[in-house]
């Protein structure tokens, strides 16, 4: 009896294009402020947020903020509107979860305490080495 060193996370392998599409995403939110902004954007009660309440949550100019705005919502993670002087923003869910799933396991491999215990050990095993 053989023991799969690695459980597949996802159905199967991207293509070319999806890869290349993913990429971009991850690009956009490899940087923590935009990782960050994300993260408040989406759990920003009302599913939306003044650039005015995001500002004075980081120690950056608002022209910086802006710029890390533009890159997610090039990248097509959020979406705006001006309104008046001040600009909201929101999620797209449908982009924001394309990037979960990428790493959401197999039912079958989240569905065993061996899976549990060989995913807590990777995790543990990276977090040494990171």
Known sequence: MST???????RQPLSEGEAAELAVLL??????VR???LS???SHAGGEVCVCDL???????APTISHHLKVLRTAGLIGGERRGT??????????????GD???PHQETISTPAAEVEFATRRDHLARQG
């Open 40 to 42: 408040m954007i989406g």
């Open 86 to 99: 001040w600009v909201y923003y929101w999620i797209i869910p449908d982009v924001v979860n394309r990037l």
């Open 55 to 61: 500002t004075d949550a980081f120690d950056l100019t």
């Open 4 to 10: 799969q060193c690695c459980a597949p996370i996802t």
């Open 27 to 32: 690009k956009a939110v490899a940087d923590p």
């Open 102 to 104: 990428l790493f959401v």
């Open 35 to 37: 990782l960050r902004l």
